[in-house]
């Protein structure tokens, strides 16, 4: 091993890499690979146990919004500690087998040996240690020591309302998860295709919560199969945790023609296939055989992109209105801020078009389907007086370009269940997410709210953190 002193001028950064392309686009197996325990404790004499650790900040524009130890258990997994390195570990991350997998790893952004060089491999060194403690059997059920009498209602299975079911089961709370679908998971199981998460890495965990004592009612809609009025007599409080489900939509000419579907729907369908679910009841969408178009650049439009490769898509074509943006760090945001840079995932690998600064002016179709796209280039200027810019079309720049299938990827503008919160009655603010105040309490008493349900769409690891500081003010309520 070489000495932890210098290890971050000694040790070059080592990543685990991609399983080949033309393997990997013929199945939706787990894309990344993993590092040796071996190679991963060497990239731990990276870590320079800086005075001021930035990595573990959780600053709303860098560090680690789950206040990971990151440091810490740096220096365990380097001196072999693997059960210490886990315990610290899971003092910040309810859920390191998910993180460690999806998260954009804002930490190693914030990384001071990223200033001249590349960053700690903090994500890979996370998912190495909690694999290696499910391997070791150190991950067993963590009962509490206690009960408190109390019983907490959670809507929704996301990550949200799994890290604060997690959180108030250890606290000593009764908790029933009631989840819409067949299975919970909510975005983890059906929105995150499984060549990023494989599905077995969530029932694995969603097993260890049930023998932990978290009650899981699934397939049971509230609102709909159940009112809000007959389980608030039943449990002492009751938290929302539905995400943010309403999409954004393009209203423009043609948006009715057939084969223009949400990515979200997309996406569903096939997690379903792959979990081997009943899709009888559900709209088919496949890629097989068409030109596909997925408009929206962000990560739900790349996972678009790998799903349409691998259903066998003839070309996949990738929009973005926003500009490109640089290929380093750009002094807007300098660091420990997070980068606005270019970034490529595997599925842009695998085989895709991609262009930005790109406006859909109208959909196309014969006979009712679309078949292409007509566009154009944008630049993003101020206006006068303006403090914000806005994209002004290019003359000239005109261009179609053909589709048979259209995904729209440009994220999401509400919580949706608006029938829910009308029963509950719960005040939303202006874009129509709940209101909270301190503790994550609503407008009504006893009721509470986490993740994207209230600030709406996120990453997956600030759903957690909230879902954490919502279980924090149910106890504090329940308290008295």
């Not at 809507?155 to 029933?176: D, E, K, W």
């Not at 009655?425 to 129509?432: E, F």
Request: a neutral charge.
């Amino acid at each position: 091993m070489r000495h932890r002193e210098r290890g971050f001028v000694e040790v070059p950064r080592k990543d685990p890499g991609y399983r080949p392309v033309e393997e990997r686009r013929r199945d939706f197996k787990a894309v990344e690979q993993m590092l040796s325990d071996g190679d991963l404790r060497e990239q731990t004499a990276r870590c320079m146990d800086c005075g001021i650790p930035f990595c573990q900040s959780a600053d709303s524009a860098m560090g680690c919004p789950v206040f990971n130890r990151i440091p810490e258990f740096n220096d365990q997994v380097y001196h072999g500690q693997w059960q210490e390195a886990l315990d610290l570990l899971l003092e910040g991350s309810c859920f390191p087998e998910f993180t460690g997998r999806i998260c954009p790893a804002p930490c190693e952004a914030s990384c001071v040996c990223g200033i001249n060089r590349d960053p700690v491999s903090i994500r890979q060194i996370e998912v190495t240690i909690i694999e290696n403690a499910y391997k070791r059997g150190f991950m067993q059920p963590r009962l509490p020591s206690r009960r408190l009498g109390k019983r907490v209602a959670i809507i929704g299975s996301g990550p949200a309302g799994l890290a604060a079911a997690h959180r108030l089961n250890q606290a000593g709370a009764t908790v029933v998860v009631f989840e819409r679908d067949r299975y919970a998971g909510g975005m983890l199981r059906y929105g995150i295709p499984d060549f990023k998460l494989e599905k077995w890495i969530v029932e694995r965990r969603i097993d260890l919560m049930r023998q932990e004592g978290i009650c899981f009612e699934l397939g049971v809609e509230v609102g709909r199969d159940i009112s809000f009025h007959y389980l608030a007599p039943r449990f002492d409080a009751i938290l929302l945790a539905g995400g943010a489900r309403e999409a954004r939509d393009l209203t423009i000419e043609g948006r009715a023609l057939d084969g223009v579907e949400f990515a979200m729907d997309f996406l569903s369908r096939q997690n379903m296939l792959n979990g081997g679910e009943d899709t009888r009841g559900c709209k088919s969408i496949s890629a097989t055989g068409k030109h596909v178009v997925v408009v929206g650049g962000g990560d739900t439009g790349s996972d678009c992109v790998g799903t349409s490769i691998r259903q066998g898509a003839v070309s996949v074509t990738q929009f973005e209105i926003l500009p490109r943006p640089p290929d380093q760090r750009p002094l807007s945001t300098p660091w420990p801020e997070w980068p606005n840079k270019m970034r490529t995932s595997s599925s842009h690998l695998e085989g895709c078009t991609r262009r930005w600064s790109v406006s859909t002016r109208a959909l196309t179709g014969t006979d009712g389907r679309v078949t292409g796209l007509d566009c154009v280039d944008v630049k993003w200027v101020f206006p006068e007086g303006g403090s914000r810019p806005v994209p002004e079309e290019q003359a000239g720049s005109e261009f179609s370009v053909k589709a048979d299938l259209v995904l729209l990827a440009m994220g999401f503008v509400g919580p949706g269940r608006k029938a829910l919160l009308d029963e509950i009655g719960v005040s939303l603010n202006a874009r129509g997410f709940v209101n909270r105040h301190n503790g994550n309490g609503t407008s009504v008493k006893g009721v509470f709210v986490a993740g994207d349900m209230t600030d709406g769409p996120s990453l997956v690891v600030r759903a957690m953190q909230d879902g954490k500081r919502a279980a924090d003010g149910v106890v504090e309520y329940l308290a008295g």
